[in-house]
């Protein structure tokens, strides 16, 4: 699977939108986009994915650039319960495992 | 079904001995996977099963580790010979088959730790 570059950390004032970055410049016209978020102390969570088109569902919306070669996922209103660490990640369908990297930690302040 | 299920939780041990956790799957999921994590990293692949066969180990998997998912139902991963290097929190993972369009259920591992 292709590897995917995010900011290390971010921050975001709650009842805000918080805009997360992730670039995966190498990825192939098969590779779905998954994001995952980890609570502290917990196992990852699915979020959302996509292949072309932007998608929305009850916890966020991910969009997709016309390339493909970044995408964002976006909280539309951040609580304190959003605070987590943020994944984003390739995967296709001769990949068997997820490659997580290190994530972007959110810190979403009251 | 509540989703994955892990036991226990956390567990603590002395180095030397030898461990083993369980995993309960999402029961129509065919696809088991377990992971390794380690304090400020993403989860790292060990190894998946599909049913009851093992297809994939990572190198992580070293001779100490081994994994069963007999039935192609719950799953257990045993290390023997515990070392300091082994506290991690081992995640497991069920999916639905394969392809990229499915996502994974992650339960909510359990944590080890070698002293």
């Known amino acids: 699977d292709a590897k995917t570059t995010q900011p290390n950390s971010m921050e975001s004032n709650e009842e805000e939108p918080v805009h997360l970055p992730c670039n995966h410049s190498t990825i192939s016209g098969t590779d779905y986009i998954h994001w995952y978020r980890q609570l502290p102390s917990q196992g990852p969570e699915y979020v959302i994915h996509?292949?072309?088109s932007n998608v929305n569902n009850r916890m966020a919306s991910l969009a997709i650039a016309e390339d493909r070669k970044s995408s964002t996922l976006i909280l539309h209103r951040a609580t304190l319960r959003d605070a987590a660490v943020y994944y984003c990640i390739l995967r296709t369908n001769t990949g068997n495992q997820f490659y997580f990297g290190t994530g972007t930690s959110l810190t979403v302040i009251p | 079904d509540t989703g994955v299920s892990q036991n226990p939780r956390h567990k603590i041990t002395k180095r030397g001995q030898n461990v083993t956790f369980r995993c309960d799957p999402i029961?129509?999921?065919?696809?088991l996977y377990w992971y390794r994590q380690t304090l400020g990293q993403g989860p790292e692949f060990l190894t998946y099963f599909q049913n009851e066969a093992q297809l994939e180990k990572s190198r992580l998997l070293s001779d100490r580790f081994s994994a069963e998912r007999p039935k192609g139902s719950f799953s257990t991963l045993e290390i023997q010979r515990t070392e300091q290097g082994d506290s991690a929190m081992y995640l497991c993972?069920?999916?639905?088959?394969?392809?990229?369009?499915?996502?994974?259920?992650f339960g909510s591992g359990t944590r080890l730790t070698v002293v």
């Open positions: 993972a069920s999916s639905l088959g394969g392809f990229a369009n499915y996502g994974y259920t």
């Open positions: 996509g292949l072309t």
């Open positions: 029961s129509e999921h065919n696809r």
